[in-house]
């Protein structure tokens, strides 16, 4: 393995306000203030940091990736939605119908996410944050799966997920029809060099499996601890690989 998934970013107007929310409904901590913007810290050793960093980017669509939260009761299902709603989350409509079993939420800055039904196979075993649900084809999903190194779990009618050999969350992508990107994803992936690589051998690693340097104009509280380089995947996602000063 030559990187690691080191945190799942989100760009919000309030960085504080959104974590706490997070934390409650996770139920993890808050972590403590290292330069490197608000954070929730991992629940487990399969985990990944949550970070909250401040921009002024107004959201106009939906996500290109969403949270899929499991449930292993419909008591432990309404808990987690009536949490959600009392920490300030909102019901939203993206097309559900009344006879699917899983309920669709957004966060206090819209981000949505969905608390899924018990009794679902594919996020078995997985933790609270079942899968990081996006949008994507298939070639993006084998790309993350050499860059992570984590195999995938799931290859069928172009939708592909992966999962770290350890287990946790999975990540997913659906396939065609692929939205239209944002000018800039709300939600990017930090990735970390794996002990002993640099971060220009990992940077290059990544170009040859399709990856791409790139100015996004992101500059936030990380740079303070780290240096990062800017890039995005084959479907032109925007992704951070980080080195510690």
Known sequence: MS???????????????LARFWAGVLGRKIGEDTGEGVYLLPDDDTGFRIRFIASDAVKDRPNQMHFDLTSQSLEEQQATVARALELGGRHIDVGQKPEEGHVVLADPEGNEFCVIEPGNNFLAGTGVIGALSSDGSQAVGYFWSKALDWPLVWDQDEETAIQSPNGGSKISWGGPPVNPKAPRNRLHFDLVPAAGTDLESEVERLTGLGARRIDSGRADAAQVVMAQVVMADPDGNEFCVLTPR
Do not use: G, S
Request: charged content about 25%.
């Open 3 to 17: 990187v690691n998934l080191y945190a799942l970013t989100f760009d919000a107007h309030d960085p504080d306000r």
